[in-house]
């Protein structure tokens, strides 16, 4: 009986590791946040000697990716669903020109978050959160591209230069 019982509850384990080994090679159950960077650099092929730089939130991760003279971009947007996930899945990217000369701001439905994309052309300085209560500011290097996960109801967001002008960004939906 006892042979029976534990052969039978063998079965299951292998067969549970099995449909879980299943899911994840088939990248069905997500990536942990720590192995994002890899996937972008072998998914859209990024050279090793590319900056990667992002933000990662619960639900949403933001990266852009740029060699040194900044020539060439490619970003990346991966969210974590809701349910039987255990990481993060990519839901876009590429090289669009909008990233280049502006900044994107992409949504994704049924997500709370945006990802706000640039390679920084306008040399974004501060970044200002007004929530009507408060105004959260944020430095920004003028001279780096950048990649941020914001709440979408967070507030009025703001985006200025080096010379205090502001900067507009367009919604873009992935």
């Known amino acids: 009986m006892k042979k029976t019982v534990l052969g039978i509850s063998l079965g299951i384990i292998l067969a549970c590791a099995v449909f879980v080994g299943f899911l994840y090679a088939n990248h069905d159950i997500g990536m942990p946040s720590s192995r994002l960077e ?5 998914s859209q092929k990024i050279l090793a000697d590319w900056t990667v730089d992002g933000n990662i ?4 991760a933001a990266y852009i990716s740029y060699p040194q003279d900044r ?3 490619s970003f990346s947007v991966y969210v974590n669903r809701p349910g039987l996930s255990f990481g993060y899945f990519f839901r876009g990217g590429g ?3 909008g990233v280049d000369r502006g900044i994107l ?3 994704v439905e049924g997500y709370s978050e945006r990802a706000f994309i640039s390679m920084n052309q306008q040399k974004v300085c501060r970044l200002e959160i007004n929530d009507g209560n408060s105004v959260q500011v944020t430095e920004l290097d003028s ?3 950048f990649a941020l996960v914001l ?4 507030g009025i967001v703001a985006f200025y230069d080096v010379n ?3 900067v507009e960004y367009w919604t873009s939906p992935l």
């Open 143 to 145: 001279g780096k591209p």
């Open 95 to 97: 090289n669009l020109s």
């Open 151 to 154: 709440p979408v109801n967070a």
């Open 71 to 73: 020539r060439d971009h």
């Open 105 to 107: 701001a992409y949504t």
């Open 164 to 166: 205090g002008n502001t």
């Open 38 to 42: 890899a996937d972008i650099r072998s």
């Open 57 to 60: 939130s619960d639900t949403m």
